[in-house]
């Protein structure tokens, strides 16, 4: 992706993480929304399960709606490939390039902590 963000509709997809983050997590895709603030992570936890993390930031009304799960490293291919594939659809071929790299680098990265490019 040239830029770091790519925005579609209400969403702003995120540039994939390469590396783990001080937690360990890869964060593979994310998108997020400024109306309301909220935001998605999908990606390889510190202890390499595939997760799904949600945020409400708009105000304290939905703070429970927050959570973080394990979830199945197909649930993550069928995330990637979706986001791919909204992507592709607006154009953004090099975006929706790098996802289906990734995606195909999903079973190294459960065994590892880092993504190459």
Same mark, same amino acid.
């Given at each position: 992706?040239?830029?770091?963000?790519?925005?579609?509709?209400?969403?702003?997809?995120?540039?994939?993480?390469?590396?783990?983050?001080?937690?360990?997590?890869?964060?593979?895709?994310?998108?997020?929304?400024?109306?309301?603030?909220?935001?998605? =992570?999908? $990606?390889? @936890? /510190?202890?390499?399960?595939?997760?799904? &993390?949600?945020?409400?930031?708009? !105000?304290?009304?939905?703070?429970?709606?927050?959570?973080?799960?394990?979830?199945?490293?197909?649930?993550?291919?069928?995330?990637?490939?979706?986001?791919?594939?909204?992507?592709? =659809?607006? $154009?953004? @071929? /090099?975006?929706?390039?790098?996802?289906? &790299?990734?995606?195909?680098?999903? !079973?190294?990265?459960?065994?590892?902590?880092?993504?190459?490019?």
């Amino acid at each position: 992706m040239k830029n770091k963000t790519v925005s579609v509709g209400r969403w702003q997809y995120s540039e994939p993480a390469f590396e783990a983050d001080e937690n360990g997590h890869i964060v593979i895709c994310s998108k997020s929304s400024v109306a309301p603030a909220e935001f998605f =992570e999908w $990606g390889i @936890d /510190a202890e390499k399960r595939p997760f799904e &993390r949600y945020r409400w930031c708009e !105000n304290d009304f939905y703070e429970e709606a927050n959570y973080d799960k394990t979830i199945s490293k197909e649930e993550l291919t069928k995330q990637i490939e979706d986001i791919a594939s909204i992507l592709k =659809e607006h $154009g953004f @071929d /090099a975006a929706f390039e790098q996802y289906n &790299r990734i995606k195909t680098q999903i !079973n190294s990265v459960l065994s590892k902590k880092t993504i190459s490019r």
